[in-house]
């Protein structure tokens, strides 16, 4: 316990470094500590007076160590002070292994000098993230020196509530920019005999890695069964469709899919079974017992070899760490004490990383592994048979232990992921079998044999990807059973402290302990009713409206809710059909769970461009939405037909307000629709984009989706269309071609919102529409300075505020 106490004081300090701004919280801690927690142990438990005070030190450690990742002291040299500059020519070193794409691949670049736009050369530090596109045969490696001329630009999050804060995981693991460049544009200036033989031995490595990688893809034709090999094997789990991510998610399987503690586990048995084998072939060894510890030794090897191949990913590093810590205990003979060896394993972790507190990967290996270990002590006392060596038995206990697994993970992927898989245990009984037992062992076989003997290499990805075929059929069947899954609200913390507090207070039940589960159910009432009190005052008063642009880049999409609970979507961002990036998936979604939203009574799209339909693709498959309402046009892309077929997939009824002629009647929230065009335009699909006018009592804003001047015009000419409005959502995002003088002048309003990207390609807003706004004293907030936009209205007056600086 002295161990887990280590460990606990270490968590603490990280988690209190985490929330304070500066060093006051650690001073009160000190200054508590010292004149009152030590003096009181000194003279009631003086034994453990040690322990207290290393404990003390720990804390403090913790905290520093998380201050400095989170406010490091940069020098000036760093790259981080050149930021969002053009056409430098930078050098630096690879120091990753590199992640493929269909058209790029992305490494992790070591800056070393910097030779800017004025041609002054300097020498700096600091990483960035480089994307490289295209494909060649002098593509540089990890170790490589390279050259090239580019922008780098600053890592900028979606500014939102319940956004992920993707600025501060990259800075976490200490990269501060990002830039691209063409595979033909790079230069790399080392050459390979001055390489080192430990760079050398990763380059031989990775190349490894990267030939397997293709070797799986193009025995299977790319299939999503070789995707799925592929990265089982080689940790490129870049490659693995969302789809496929999607189904395992609902299954409860996904955590099979990345190179994860059970996978490094399998792999160590593998390697320990074969060592201790060939070691009892020793009588003298296998009598003394000294043929487990050797064999457990040498697992070692194969295991640290295997994590480099998979590319060494921190989640890999944080299991290859727990493992050889287990490995230990076992030599040890320490094998019973599993807390304690679990605790050296996180104390080692955060030392090396105190950042990886706040890592999924690490927060769900040890919940899975601690519920597993403490379930299985219930099941001793509860259910001593199921220790026995029979196979029934044996199958018994591999399904409490997924069961206990999911319980402790469940909090967790419903705050991350927002998805319960409640038939999780099942899928695992039968998918932890079929990819940890058959077709990692298999691939293990393959990597080995694919070189020297390809036919039967193409033999083993053949049996393995029919087994991984039969088992994406199995998961398809199981999520279309009835409460299968089901999607959730993003849990706040206090939430999920409630669900681990309850599930402490059962065990303990059990193990007879009623006194403390009586003071922990107190515990659990307060805090529930605090959450509960906490919730209600936040939300929306019954008598306002309220109004959120989302801020998705360049792109266009608005959460409405009414005084009477009626959820609309106005149209859901979206980049290119090429990106790889879904604004529904990434940032409208989280945005809606966090504001405990399932429920979609409308989705309007204004007009199938990709910036406003593509994210309400993954908004109308994953949400209860009733209706869709968009206009009569069509597209022949891939987006729109999955449009129309998850509509007819999921019974949304699909509504043209311009065909029927009716507005929307929601109380006293109405939606007009205008209908301006003599004919449709088929030459710029943004000129039919539908316009509407929200109007609450005397509070109304304009939706003009991405209209041009044309249709501005006949919008304005029109008597018996009233366009007045509050506020006005920027016609085509600010762009010179909309928001004409003589529309302005009939909407009026006091102030415009303005959605568009940081730094767009577009040059949106245009300089003389911002400058036309401002000489009609138009207030004017953006989405790529401001952030989200909040709008929020009594009927009466309204009030703006926005995301950053609160405006």
């Known amino acids: 316990m002295k161990i887990f106490l280590i460990f606990s004081s270490l968590i603490a300090g990280i988690l209190a470094g985490n929330f304070s701004v500066d060093l006051t919280l650690l001073i009160i801690f000190t200054i508590f500590s010292l004149s009152v927690v030590l003096p009181w142990i000194f003279f009631h438990h003086k034994k453990n007076l040690p322990i207290y005070i290393v404990s003390i030190f720990i804390f403090i450690f913790g905290f520093l160590a998380i201050q400095e990742r989170i406010n490091p002291d940069l020098p000036a040299h760093h790259i981080s002070n050149f930021l969002d500059t053009k056409d430098n020519i930078i050098t630096g070193e690879i120091v990753s292994f590199a992640q493929h794409y269909k058209r790029k691949k992305k490494i992790t670049l070591l800056c070393q000098t910097i030779k800017t736009k004025d041609n002054r050369v300097q020498d700096i530090t600091g990483r960035i993230q480089l994307s490289i596109y295209g494909s060649s045969d002098q593509s540089p490696r990890y170790g490589d020196i390279i050259q090239f001329k580019s922008s780098i630009k600053s890592i900028r999050n979606f500014q939102n509530p319940g956004g992920f804060d993707y600025k501060r995981f990259l800075q976490l693991k200490g990269i501060y920019g990002s830039t691209w460049t063409g595979v033909n544009k790079i230069k790399i200036l080392n050459c390979d005999d001055k390489i080192n033989i430990i760079s050398r031995l990763i380059r031989q490595i990775e190349m490894l890695r990267i030939k397997f990688f293709y070797y799986i893809l193009n025995q299977t034709d790319y299939s999503r069964s070789g995707q799925i090999i592929a990265s089982l094997i080689t940790g490129k789990k870049e490659v693995i469709s969302s789809d496929i991510r999607d189904l395992f998610s609902k299954a409860g399987i996904s955590h099979l899919l990345a190179i994860s503690g059970l996978h490094l586990s399998i792999v160590s048995l593998l390697f320990f079974s074969l060592f201790y084998r060939f070691f009892s072939l020793f009588h003298p060894l296998l009598i003394s017992g000294k043929s487990k510890k050797i064999a457990g030794v040498l697992t070692i090897i194969p295991l640290v070899l295997y994590g480099i191949f998979t590319g060494f990913s921190p989640s890999c590093q944080r299991a290859l760490i727990m493992i050889i810590v287990l490995i230990f205990s076992f030599i040890r003979e320490k094998e019973k004490d599993i807390i304690s060896s679990l605790s050296l394993a996180g104390i080692l972790i955060l030392f090396m990383d105190p950042a990886a507190l706040f890592s999924i990967s690490f927060q769900l290996s040890f919940s899975a592994v601690i519920f597993i270990v403490y379930g299985a002590s219930l099941l001793k006392q509860y259910m001593p048979f199921m220790t026995g060596k029979?196979?029934?038995?044996?199958?018994?206990?591999?399904?409490?232990?997924?069961?206990?697994?999911?319980?402790?993970?469940?909090?967790?992927?419903?705050?991350?992921?927002?998805?319960?898989?409640?038939?999780?245990?099942?899928?695992?009984?039968?998918?932890?079998?079929?990819?940890?037992?058959?077709?990692?062992?298999?691939?293990?076989?393959?990597?080995?044999?694919?070189?020297?003997?390809?036919?039967?290499?193409?033999?083993?990805?053949?049996?393995?990807?029919?087994?991984?075929?039969?088992?994406?059929?199995?998961?398809?069947?199981i999520i279309i059973l009835p409460f299968a899954w089901s999607r959730t609200i993003t849990l706040n913390w206090i939430e999920i402290t409630v669900i681990y507090l309850f599930f402490i207070s059962f065990f303990l039940l059990l193990k007879g302990y009623k006194k403390t589960v009586t003071l922990l159910s107190l515990v659990i009432f307060?805090?529930?009713?605090?959450?509960?009190?906490?919730?209600?005052?936040?939300?929306?008063?019954?008598?306002?409206?309220?109004?959120?642009?989302?801020?998705?880049?360049?792109?266009?999409?608005?959460?409405?809710?009414?005084?009477?609970?009626v959820n609309i979507i106005v149209d859901g961002g979206g980049f290119s059909d090429i990106s790889s990036f879904d604004t529904g998936r990434y940032i409208i979604a989280p945005f809606l769970w966090k504001q405990r939203v399932k429920t979609i009574d409308y989705v309007i799209l204004t007009h199938p461009e990709s910036d406003h339909l593509n994210g309400l693709i993954f908004i109308l498959d994953n949400f209860n939405v009733k209706t869709l309402?968009?206009?009569?046009?069509?597209?022949?892309?891939?987006?729109?037909?999955?449009?129309?077929?998850?509509?007819?997939?999921?019974?949304i009824r699909v509504y043209n307000p311009l065909d029927h002629k009716k507005n929307i009647d929601l109380g006293p929230v109405r939606f007009n629709f205008f209908d301006?065009?003599?004919?449709?335009?088929?030459?710029?699909?943004?000129?039919?984009?539908?316009?509407?006018?929200?109007?609450?009592?005397?509070?109304?804003?304009?939706?003009?989706?991405?209209?041009?001047?044309?249709?501005?015009?006949?919008l304005s000419e029109k008597n018996d269309i009233d366009l007045s409005s509050n506020i006005l959502l920027a016609p085509h995002h600010g762009s010179f071609s909309s928001?004409?003088?003589?529309?302005?002048?009939?909407?009026?309003?006091?102030?415009?919102?303005?959605?568009?990207?940081?730094?767009?390609?577009?040059?949106?807003?245009?300089?003389?529409?911002?400058?036309?706004?401002?000489?009609?004293?138009?207030?004017?907030?953006?989405?790529?300075?401001?952030?989200?936009?909040?709008?929020?209205?009594?009927?009466?007056?309204?009030?703006i505020e926005t995301f950053i600086n609160g405006k």
Not at 633 to 651: P, V
């Open 390 to 477: 029979r196979w029934w038995f044996k199958t018994g206990m591999i399904l409490f232990i997924t069961l206990f697994a999911g319980l402790g993970t469940s909090p967790l992927t419903a705050h991350y992921f927002n998805v319960v898989s409640i038939i999780a245990p099942i899928s695992n009984f039968i998918a932890i079998p079929v990819l940890g037992f058959i077709v990692l062992p298999l691939g293990l076989v393959c990597l080995i044999s694919f070189s020297w003997f390809p036919i039967f290499a193409g033999f083993i990805v053949f049996v393995c990807s029919k087994f991984i075929s039969y088992l994406i059929i199995f998961s398809q069947f």
């Open 629 to 651: 309402i968009k206009n009569s046009d069509k597209r022949d892309t891939i987006t729109y037909k999955s449009m129309i077929q998850i509509c007819e997939k999921h019974n």
């Open 739 to 799: 928001s004409s003088k003589v529309f302005l002048e009939k909407v009026l309003p006091s102030s415009v919102i303005i959605s568009c990207g940081w730094h767009n390609r577009y040059g949106f807003p245009d300089q003389k529409v911002l400058k036309r706004y401002k000489n009609m004293g138009i207030a004017i907030f953006r989405t790529d300075e401001n952030g989200a936009v909040f709008v929020s209205s009594d009927g009466d007056d309204h009030k």
């Open 526 to 565: 307060l805090l529930a009713l605090f959450n509960f009190i906490n919730i209600k005052s936040s939300q929306n008063s019954e008598n306002d409206l309220h109004i959120t642009i989302i801020d998705v880049g360049q792109g266009s999409s608005t959460f409405i809710q009414t005084p009477q609970g």
């Open 676 to 714: 301006s065009s003599p004919k449709k335009d088929i030459y710029n699909l943004n000129n039919n984009s539908l316009v509407f006018k929200l109007i609450y009592n005397d509070f109304s804003i304009l939706f003009p989706g991405d209209i041009l001047k044309l249709r501005e015009k006949n």
